[in-house]
């Protein structure tokens, strides 16, 4: 069974960074293009950044201050957050892009108050 595994979230300052893990279960990892999610309280779950094996993409909100990765060896996809805003407070998520909406996992909250 697929499964996706997010940490690294917390509770951080304005202006402050963390960083979020997902380890994927599956083997040929290197073949999917992955995707960072994110879902604020009443509000619908967006796509911020995906990655390929060549590209990246992400959302106007938060280009130049956060950066996805992956480390295929690890089965690991990142996403380095900096500069945050407390519209960056959500729950995050990864998935593939697009989404597979039977693979959803936990994700990892994130909270950026003073």
């Known amino acids: 069974q697929v499964q996706f595994v997010e940490s690294g979230g917390g509770l951080v300052q304005p202006g402050g960074s963390l960083r979020l893990s997902c380890v994927f279960s599956?083997?040929?990892?290197?073949?999917?293009?992955m995707g960072w999610y994110r879902q604020a309280p009443g509000k619908q779950r967006d796509l911020v950044a995906s990655?390929?094996?060549?590209?990246?993409y992400y959302a106007d909100s938060v280009k130049g201050r956060f950066t996805i990765s992956r480390d295929n060896a690890k089965n690991t996809v990142y996403l380095q957050m900096n500069s945050l805003k407390p519209e960056d407070t959500a729950v995050y998520y990864c998935?593939?892009?697009?989404?597979?909406?039977?693979?959803w996992g936990q994700g990892s909250q994130v909270a950026v108050s003073s």
């Open positions: 990655i390929t094996s060549s590209n990246t």
């Open positions: 998935n593939f892009r697009p989404s597979d909406d039977t693979l």
């Open positions: 599956r083997s040929s990892f290197n073949a999917y293009r």
